[in-house]
């Protein structure tokens, strides 16, 4: 008696063409549909415990922030929509002069920020936080 051993000739096979194809397809959609946005960021000169280079009173501008809320710029009250106005018209007198922004501790964060930002926008290169004793 011969036995015959049958073999299997259907061997079945991964088509992994379509599979990649999903894959291409799922990456384009991603690439596609990120946003790439750049953040808006503010650059701020922190103080720091290093010796102060001495500056010519008249070639800093002062803004400080009271903890109520009220802006004073070189001594005088203002509201926040006059921060860039008065800044401008300081930069205007002395262009090289820079911005010295004084904050209570206990004063507003976002209304600090605002400051910073009107200042920027009024041309002002050099604004710096001053920390009080």
Request: net charge positive.
């Amino acid at each position: 008696m011969k036995r015959r051993i049958k073999k299997k000739n259907d061997e079945s096979e991964i088509n992994i063409t379509p599979m990649l194809d999903i894959v291409f397809i799922m990456l384009i959609f991603f690439i596609v549909t990120t946003s790439f946005v750049k953040e808006i960021s503010i650059d701020v000169n922190r103080p720091t415990k290093s010796p102060i280079k001495e500056q010519k009173k008249s070639d800093v501008i002062s803004v400080r922030i009271l903890d109520s809320g009220q802006i004073l710029i070189q001594e005088r009250l203002i509201a926040l929509d006059a921060v860039r106005a008065n800044i401008e018209s300081n930069l205007a007198l002395k262009p090289q002069a820079s911005v010295v922004v004084v904050s209570d501790r206990d004063a507003d964060a976002g209304l600090l920020v605002k400051v910073i930002d009107q200042s920027r926008m009024a041309g002002a290169v050099n604004v710096s936080l001053a920390a009080q004793k």
